[in-house]
């Protein structure tokens, strides 16, 4: 792809992610777009990428940002790709500073997917120097929410306008991220097209069932008790999905590199008190330190979970069905 043709391309998905912002609408009981709003999103896009001229044996090269978001790559794309994934486990996406090794490894790809909703800041400067690969937002189509308390906006102060980019706390949206995915594989590899429908129907499957188990699990908690405080603004998609209710987070914003105030701290200490809230949620890649503090001072118990990262293969949270799992049954278990 020449320099100038990648420019508008790059240009163009920056404006496909305003205007997702701008939306301002939530989400209703699905965020799964009907096909033909799915369609139109895909109309615009995927015009844009056409088929890569594969040797015989060549498999295609992509290249994931996050762990997340290669997770749900690798399970579409199996064996027809060589995937690689830019951010290693247990890294905070908010706070990655990628080496001149990722600038070599997008340079050499075919195709770079990211989780978008602005998200990866770190590629702005990466992608000036790094290769011509197309860079696909898998988040594409779907309504970012903002971050609320109590049903008011809770970032005002920090990042007006934006919305949560933790789009994956929801398996309903990474049903869009599937298809997407799919989507973009067979535009760019058209002879395993089949394979990549496969593998995405397949996927899916599990995604449905890991979502009915979510409901199920959420259930045994009264309504009155599905309070969420976590250390940054990351559940907003599960509490708008599962039916609950977000008191605050320490760094009451989408981004981990935020900073909170002394008033701030103050009022959801405030609010702990008030709402009877029993864990704060912090994640493994976030500095516990505030959260720490917080909870010394209200009595609450901190529950660790898993926000920006999957864990080792050896770990509870080595694939996205694990992690949610894992994730799920923690905040039940500190909310009963």
Not at 152 to 178: K, S
Request: charged share 20%; glycine share 6%.
């Amino acid at each position: 792809m020449k320099p100038k043709a990648r420019l508008l391309l790059s240009l163009f998905v920056i404006a496909v992610l305003l205007s997702v912002i701008g939306s301002g609408c939530r989400t209703q009981e699905s965020n799964v777009a009907p096909d033909h709003e799915t369609e139109h999103v895909h109309a615009d896009v995927l015009p844009h990428l056409t088929p890569v001229a594969l040797e015989a044996g060549e498999r295609l090269r992509v290249v994931a940002t996050t762990s997340i978001v290669a997770d749900v790559v690798a399970q579409v794309g199996g064996e027809q790709i060589a995937l690689t994934q830019l951010m290693p486990l247990g890294a905070d996406p908010h706070g990655f500073e990628p080496t001149p090794r990722d600038a070599a490894a997008i340079a050499d790809a075919h195709v770079l997917f990211i989780n978008g909703a602005g998200l990866e800041t770190f590629l702005d400067n990466l992608l000036e120097s790094a290769g011509d690969a197309p860079l696909v937002p898998v988040s594409a189509g779907i309504e970012l929410l903002p971050f609320e308390v109590n049903g008011h906006h809770g970032e005002d102060d920090h990042h007006e306008g934006e919305g949560d980019p933790h789009l994956w706390f929801d398996p309903n949206n990474v049903l869009v991220w599937v298809h997407n995915i799919e989507e973009t594989l067979s535009a760019l590899d058209p002879q395993h097209a089949e394979a990549y429908h496969e593998n995405a129907e397949a996927y899916e499957a599990e995604l449905e069932a890991l979502d009915a188990w979510i409901r199920a699990e959420v259930a045994r908690i009264p309504e009155e008790n599905r309070l969420l405080v976590t250390d940054h603004a990351s559940l907003t998609y599960f509490a708008d999905r599962y039916g609950f209710r977000q008191v605050g987070a320490v760094i009451p914003a989408t981004t981990t590199l935020a900073e909170s105030s002394a008033q701030e701290l103050a009022a959801l200490q405030e609010a702990i008190g008030e709402y009877n809230v029993p864990a704060i949620f912090v994640g493994r890649t976030v500095n516990p330190r505030l959260a720490e503090q917080i909870a010394a001072d209200t009595g609450v118990r901190l529950v660790s979970i898993y926000t920006g990262s999957l864990s080792e293969a050896n770990e509870p949270a080595a694939t996205y069905l694990d992690f949610m799992r894992y994730n799920v049954t923690a905040i039940v278990e500190g909310l009963q």
